[in-house]
């Protein structure tokens, strides 16, 4: 089970840092990612970290401003979101899957795990 939290409502070009946790598993052999869903929006892939290459991946609309990370030793992952930007605000959520290759990391449906979202609201 993945639990998400920190999310919050901060103003334009404040941070944020969410996280999530697994509980009766680990993330030690899957990969993490980040989605996110605003109102009548898609789901919308935000960054992954697969395991097989401990390599990070970040979708064009956050590259330099978000970062994942994670820390094997307390089973978590990180998003680290800098320079927060009104069309950042979505409920975000984590996921993990076992069998995702590079090109896989985008689909939603690719992953087997998801946690509750936490909602991220940047006020202008």
């Known amino acids: 089970q993945l639990q998400a939290s920190g999310g919050g409502l901060v103003q334009a070009g404040g941070s944020l840092r969410l996280s999530c946790s697994a509980s009766?598993?680990?993330?030690?052999?899957?990969?993490t990612g980040w989605f996110r869903q605003a109102p009548g929006k898609e789901r919308e892939f935000v960054a992954a970290?697969?395991?097989?290459?401990?390599?990070?991946y970040h979708a064009d609309s956050v590259k330099g401003r978000f970062s994942i990370s994670r820390d094997n030793t307390k089973n978590t992952v990180f998003l680290q979101m800098n320079n927060l930007k009104p069309e950042d605000t979505a409920v975000y959520y984590c996921?993990?899957?076992?069998?995702?290759?590079?090109?896989?990391?985008?689909?939603?449906?690719?992953?087997?795990?998801w946690g509750q979202g936490t909602q991220v609201t940047v006020s202008s």
């Open positions: 996921a993990a899957g076992a069998r995702l290759i590079s090109s896989s990391l985008p689909n939603p449906t690719a992953y087997d795990y």
């Open positions: 009766g598993g680990t993330f030690r052999r899957l990969t």
């Open positions: 970290f697969k395991w097989t290459d401990a390599s990070p």
